[in-house]
């Protein structure tokens, strides 16, 4: 069956840095598109960025320039690096999987995604 699980969340001061990392098994990873989403205490979960399979990626206003995401085939492995964290970037990150599509929309619907990691805390502390 289709499984998701992130890694890599954690405590860092603001300014820092993280990696994270989801690890996909179960379906056809190479041909899907993939994202990853936050929420943060009290907020609905918001799209974060987001990679097809040609490499094109889509991030929010938010995170524009110090927010990463990449791909790796071969380690079925969705990737987002976080870098100039603020306090405000805390939440529980999630990845998912749209497996009806090799591409992905730019508005990032949630319902697009059929499939859910467990999450990962990142908090950043001013």
């Known amino acids: 069956q289709v499984q998701l699980v992130e890694s890599g969340g954690g405590s860092v001061q603001a300014g820092g840095t993280l990696r994270l990392s989801c690890a996909a098994s179960?379906?056809?990873?190479?041909?899907?598109?993939m994202a990853w989403f936050r929420q943060a205490p009290g907020k609905e979960r918001e799209g974060v960025a987001s990679v097809d399979v040609y490499g094109n990626t889509n991030y929010a206003d938010s995170v524009k320039g110090r927010f990463t995401i990449s791909r790796d085939n071969a380690k079925n492995t969705l990737y987002l690096q976080l870098n100039s964290l603020k306090p405000e970037d805390t939440a529980i990150y999630s990845c998912?999987?749209?497996?009806?599509?090799?591409?992905?929309?730019?508005?990032?619907?949630?319902?697009?995604?059929?499939?859910w990691g467990q999450g990962t805390q990142v908090t950043v502390s001013s």
């Open positions: 179960g379906y056809s990873y190479s041909s899907s598109c």
């Open positions: 998912a999987a749209d497996l009806r599509r090799s591409w992905c929309r730019k508005s990032l619907p949630e319902t697009d995604f059929g499939y």
